[in-house]
């Protein structure tokens, strides 16, 4: 499966953005899919996850309650809705798939085989 992830920019403290991880290749409803966010000299962090043929989803604690994670199988994209966002947010955000997590492994960039190329998203005033 190839990903392509897109929707990040310059935003606001306090503004939202949505970002778009689009599917080709494969039919993303049968992966887990997260993302995961990289900050200049850190490592790559968790930031939310879908379930593979469902829609449960799972979040990093600095995201719980602002960020939302959301399939659109008929478009093959998932989606992660960036509400009330920090300057600390500010990062590269990558979006991965596989095929195969349990739940325990959704948070571990390790664990997944696909990647999309990234983007960027800054909020700052």
């Known amino acids: 499966v190839q990903l392509q992830a897109c929707g990040g920019g310059l935003v606001q403290p306090g503004g939202s953005l949505r970002l778009s991880c689009a599917a080709s290749?494969?039919?993303?409803?049968?992966?887990?899919v997260g993302w995961f966010q990289q900050a200049p000299g850190k490592e790559r962090e968790f930031v939310a996850a879908i379930k593979s043929y469902g829609s449960s989803t799972y979040y990093g604690d600095s995201v719980k309650g602002r960020f939302t994670m959301s399939r659109d199988n008929a478009k093959n994209t998932v989606y992660l809705q960036m509400n009330s966002l920090k300057v600390e947010d500010t990062a590269v955000y990558y979006c991965a798939a596989d095929p195969a997590l349990i739940t325990s492994s959704l948070s571990y960039p390790d664990r997944y085989d696909y990647w999309g190329q990234g983007t960027q998203v800054t909020v700052s005033s």
């Open positions: 290749g494969r039919r993303l409803s049968g992966y887990s």
